[in-house]
């Protein structure tokens, strides 16, 4: 990988530890918003907390392994495909977890 390569890889990385950060923040808080509103602990919805603390870490990964021997630009394209596909799995994670989406 080249410079150019780790440059795009240490500003996008920025953007998928926002991610990680907003899954840690929600798998500590959700918890704790239920047990002051008096809900029943077995209804926090522990996979889809989870996989939102894992799952931007496992696409960044996977999509920086994928493309290292890439051009910049396609290197570029594949990590904000990656991280567009992070929001578009957070954004139904959280409808999930909600009772916005029954399964």
Not at 15 to 33: Q, T, Y
């Amino acid at each position: 990988m080249t410079r150019a390569h780790v440059g795009v890889a240490a500003l996008m990385s920025i953007i998928a530890g926002w991610f990680v950060f907003d899954g840690v923040s929600s798998l500590i808080g959700l918890p704790a918003l239920y047990a002051q509103l008096g809900a029943d602990p077995s209804a926090v919805p522990w996979v889809p907390l989870w996989v939102g603390v894992v799952l931007p870490i496992v696409f960044y990964a996977v999509a920086v392994v994928v493309a290292r021997r890439q051009t910049v630009t396609r290197f570029t394209l594949v990590l904000i495909v990656a991280l567009a596909a992070t929001a578009t799995v957070r954004l139904s994670l959280i409808a999930l977890a909600t009772g916005s989406i029954l399964l």
